[in-house]
């Protein structure tokens, strides 16, 4: 479970007083404010022709987004292929709690990593609150 703050919380009441979907998965990820809501709550979260994520930037300033929260860590990949898209990465593996990311190319992995690591620390940090393994990209 993630660990929440106080900017988190704002961030979390916020959506619900605007779509009226609660969730408990709050995230920043490369600047961008990533809510983790039930797949069948999506479309309610989003709301017709997107006015509740366009309210939300326009509260916050910054980009939002809202994607299915993972069933468990046979939906890792599919949740982290949400969370970095536009990057794409070429399979990933889960040995010994540890969540291998295989880049496929060096301009794959560089977008991943970040500069200073930033975007690795923060992808490490999702995944050690939401499956509990730590991350490596290979």
């Known amino acids: 479970m993630s660990i929440l703050n106080l900017q988190t919380i704002r961030y979390l009441n916020l959506l619900d007083q605007t779509s009226r979907v609660q969730t408990r998965t709050c ?8 809510f983790a ?3 069948y709550l999506v479309s309610r979260a989003i709301g017709p ?3 509740n994520i366009r ?3 326009e509260k916050l300033g910054k ?9 468990g860590i046979n939906d890792a990949e ?10 794409t990465f070429k399979s990933l593996e889960i ?3 540890i969540i291998f990311l295989n880049s496929g190319s060096m301009q794959n992995k560089a977008s991943l990593i970040g500069r200073d690591k930033r975007r690795l620390s ?3 940090l999702i995944t050690r609150d939401i499956f509990n393994m730590d991350l490596k990209i290979v």
């Not at 980009?63 to 069933?71: D, E, F, V």
């Open 63 to 71: 980009i939002i987004k809202i994607i299915r929260t993972a069933k």
């Open 27 to 34: 995230f920043i990820y490369n600047n961008t404010i990533f």
């Open 55 to 57: 309210l939300l930037q």
């Open 95 to 97: 040995n010994d709690r």
């Open 37 to 39: 809501v039930p797949s």
């Open 122 to 124: 923060e992808l490490s």
């Open 78 to 87: 599919r949740f982290i292929r949400d969370i970095i898209a536009p990057v």
């Open 49 to 51: 022709n997107s006015i």
